[in-house]
Nanobody, 114 residues
């Protein structure tokens, strides 16, 4: 299983970015997919997840600003990030879980700074 993440970058506060995570196979094969992030000197934390049945979960810190979605035809999960804040600065990791196995993509750096 390979997860290919893309879409990070530098954005000003209040701006938007979209991250993409493309899986090497059908995303329906996963129990759930989502995004974690890790800021400097902090532990990795869950940002959002999306189950195979379509249930979504968000960290309180991103509710109302971030949206997870998927395109099953493209085997891709997206993270739309709006109203970005400096505290959103982190490396974002795509994550998938299947049969108690965890899979990770390479991190995508997101920097929110003026």
């Amino acid at each position: 299983v390979q997860l290919q993440a893309s879409g990070g970058g530098l954005v000003q506060p209040g701006g938007s970015l979209r991250l993409s995570c493309t899986a090497s196979g059908s995303i329906f094969s996963f129990d759930y997919m989502g995004w974690y992030r890790q800021a400097p000197r902090k532990q990795r934390e869950l940002v959002t997840s999306l189950t195979d049945l379509g249930f979504k979960n968000y960290a309180d810190s991103v509710k109302g600003r971030f949206t997870i979605s998927r395109d099953t035809a493209k085997n891709t999960v997206y993270l739309q990030m709006n109203s970005l804040k400096p505290e959103d600065t982190a490396v974002y990791f795509c994550h998938a879980r299947r049969n108690a196995m965890n899979y990770w993509g390479k991190g995508a750096q997101v920097t929110v700074s003026s």
